[in-house]
């Protein structure tokens, strides 16, 4: 089966940075991508990366690294509305995705 | 990006019942839907795999009668709960894509939430 992680949560402030990993072990690799869901609603695409290296997307930044197994999604200047679940999600062999559990992030005033 | 529909947005029944959720791409001719369950703070799960004109494709552990899949047209897939349980209570999401490979993302409907009592 897939395995993919990333923490449970975390916590920033306000205009801050926050770097969120995830680590993966699947059967082939046809992409990752990272996915921001709000409570209840259904999830909307933030990135994708095929290759290594850092895709820049105006406040986010998606890095992979094939070799390591890991990617990791940075937002900057954190603002309220960024409060959410963030889903890793690779693509394998059979082009099917597999999520990770999510890592709630809260911004604090 | 395609455009996705769900109905309902959210369901109540009594156990025992079934209870049909649809899915329709709404702008973009779908071959493949794709079918997600969401247990509260948990990820999102694979339970199948819509083809249009043909069978589903069940991941492994996912009841293929319980949870029947009609992919009928381009623009519309069913999930049919078939006697459902408090159990089966969950949030089911669908999605479509515009292609295997490249950045084609997987865009998702707004989902489903299912209550049974």
């Known amino acids: 089966g897939q395995n993919i992680d990333q923490p449970t949560e975390m916590t920033a402030t306000e205009g801050a940075i926050v770097q969120i990993n995830c680590t993966y072990q699947t059967s082939g690799f046809n992409g990752l991508f990272w996915y921001q869901q709000h409570a209840g609603e259904a999830p909307t695409f933030l990135s994708y990366?095929?290759?290594?290296g850092l895709e820049e997307k105006g406040r986010f930044s998606s890095f992979l690294s094939r070799s390591k197994g890991y990617s990791y999604l940075l937002l900057k200047e954190l603002q309220m509305k960024d409060s959410a679940s963030y889903l890793c999600?690779?693509?394998?062999?059979?082009?099917?995705?597999?999520f990770g559990a999510g890592t709630t992030v809260t911004v604090r005033a | 990006g395609a455009v996705v529909s769900q109905h309902p947005s959210w369901v109540i029944c009594k156990s025992g019942t079934s209870v049909k959720i649809e899915c329709r791409s709404l702008d973009f001719q779908a071959t493949t839907m794709f079918w997600y369950r969401q247990f509260p703070k948990q990820s999102l799960m694979l339970m199948a795999t819509s083809n249009e004109g043909s069978k589903a494709t069940y991941e492994q552990g996912v009841e293929k009668d319980k949870f029947l899949i009609n992919h009928a047209s381009l623009t519309l897939s069913t999930l049919t709960v078939t006697s459902a349980h408090p159990e089966d209570s969950s949030f089911y999401i669908c999605s479509v894509s515009q292609g295997a490979g490249g950045p084609n993302e997987q865009f998702f409907g707004p989902g489903t939430r299912l209550t049974v009592l």
């Open positions: 990366n095929v290759l290594d």
């Open positions: 999600a690779v693509r394998d062999g059979d082009y099917k995705l597999s």
